[in-house]
């Protein structure tokens, strides 16, 4: 049972990965120039799929198969490519089928194209598009960046507030265009102001004549069409929403923001948050050039040596203590580790708590004697290890005891540090994940090389 519990485990883990036999004749179709052969491999798979298997070859099989490939690519594979590569598969793709593939996509993920390209491209897309297409396009490109109104698709099912399911859905049948995906008609009063979302669900199963103002559904949010993306996606993970129309500063319906894309932004605000934590450009991709990684990577490491300066000066100061007792220079480094180790889990922490708005001043003091108090636990657990390691292997109660001492001194110092550290860059108007990691581990390690290499000099010296 255990053997295939393990198998499922393991099936599991590449259950969505690209097949490598597959994606070996794909490549193979694409070195022989075998269009048919390519389509044919290509039409089953799903258009994040294509966007997948574009990102993970390299550049002169990525730009061959786009040619070969041709007016079959769909613009779909354009919204689910990462920007660092849609650029340049955009400069691939001839014109016309550019055009087509354009033409099929909600004005949302046309603006998401717009957004990371440069200005004759911009020019080649709206070309493509219809003249109401591409009012609308440029009218949500005139809203901030990261904003509500970047996020919108224009294209909304509304309905007045007098109306009935009857009059609705005879409308929605008659539409010439609806949007491709939409989960609530948005009813409407003279003033174009949202009054509420009637779900299809409730409007399928209800009677024709039943008034839509009857069977509102209960939650309903608006959002503003300035409100920052990232509030944007976290209105929809709090309150549960499937699509929320746009206001503008009158209170007017300008557009609608699906859950698919609120889900898009909260997955990018957490990635974001992980390479930042790591010291990683949130804008780093498996994809960038090696000079483009180096450039991004190297001012971290540049503040990351400063500080490794600074906790080697800490050291210095004690150079005679560990010259007389080299059992010092073995120890020390795990005190530092601990303490860094700890520090890491708060800040972690700290910083999704932050960022998921779990972490106010309604809170901040309980969850900082809590981190104090984990850290105090935890010091204390080890220092009796490390303590008994002194003993033992150093033959040196003194040493197990000093040991011990630092090990409490620096968890309770890592689980303070862990939440102050965030909250003070917050409260400084810097994101909590920009730098966080870089001061916690400063902190530990002065605080653990400091408490351990003072007190051996007092104690045993």
Not at 126 to 141: F, G, I, K, N, P
Not at 392 to 408: C, D, H, N, Q, T
């Amino acid at each position: 049972m255990a053997e295939i519990n393990q198998q499922q485990i393991s099936d599991s883990d590449t259950e969505y990965a690209l097949d490598r036999k597959n994606v070996a004749r794909i490549l193979f179709a694409v070195d022989r120039a075998d269009r048919d052969a390519l389509v044919q491999l290509m039409e089953p798979l799903h258009a994040a799929d294509i966007a997948d298997l574009l990102e993970q070859i390299n550049g002169a099989d990525r730009a061959a198969l786009v040619r070969l490939y041709g007016q079959d690519f769909d613009g779909d594979i354009l919204s689910e490519l990462d920007e660092t590569i849609r650029e340049s598969v955009i400069s691939i793709l001839h014109p016309e089928v550019l055009a087509e593939a354009v033409r099929d996509l909600e004005t949302d993920d046309v603006v998401d194209l717009l957004e990371d390209l440069d200005e004759p491209q911009h020019e080649a897309i709206l070309d493509a598009l219809e003249d109401s297409d591409r009012a609308a396009v440029e009218q949500s490109m005139t809203y901030p960046e990261f904003s509500a109104g970047r996020l919108m698709q224009r294209e909304v099912v509304m309905a007045p507030d007098h109306w009935n399911v009857g009059e609705t859905i005879d409308f929605l049948r008659n539409a010439e265009s609806l949007p491709e995906q939409f989960y609530h008609v948005v009813l409407v009063d003279p003033r174009m102001r949202p009054l509420g979302n009637v779900t299809l669900g409730r409007l399928m199963s209800s009677g024709r004549a039943t008034l839509l103002a009857s069977i509102l559904e209960e939650s309903f949010q608006t959002i503003p069409v300035t409100q920052d993306e990232g509030d944007v996606a976290y209105a929809f993970n709090q309150y549960h929403l499937i699509s929320a129309p746009v206001v503008d500063e009158n209170d007017r319906l300008v557009g609608v923001i699906t859950i698919d894309d609120a889900m898009a932004v909260l997955d990018e605000e957490n990635e974001e948050d992980i390479l930042r934590l790591a010291g990683v450009d949130s804008e780093s991709r498996l994809s960038d050039r090696v000079a483009d990684t180096i450039k991004r990577r190297l001012p971290w490491l540049a503040v990351n040596l400063l500080t490794a300066v600074l906790a080697s000066l800490v050291i210095a100061q004690f150079e005679a203590a560990i010259g007389q007792l080299v059992a010092l220079a073995v120890l020390m480094p795990i005190v530092a580790s601990m303490g860094g180790n700890a520090g890491t889990q708060s800040l972690t922490v700290a910083v999704r708590a932050l960022a998921t708005k779990d972490l106010t001043g309604a809170n901040v003091w309980r969850v900082i004697r809590r981190e104090i108090l984990v850290g105090f636990v935890n010091g204390v657990v080890f220092a009796v290890i490390m303590g008994a390691v002194g003993v033992f292997w150093f033959g040196s109660p003194g040493l197990g005891a000093v040991i011990a001492a630092a090990m409490v001194i620096n968890l309770v110092v890592a689980g303070l540090s862990g939440i102050a550290v965030p909250l003070v860059m917050e409260k400084a108007g810097v994101d909590p994940a920009l730098a966080s990691g870089t001061f916690v581990t400063t902190v530990t390690d002065v605080v653990g090389f400091f408490a351990f290499l003072g007190l051996a000099t007092i104690v045993l010296l």
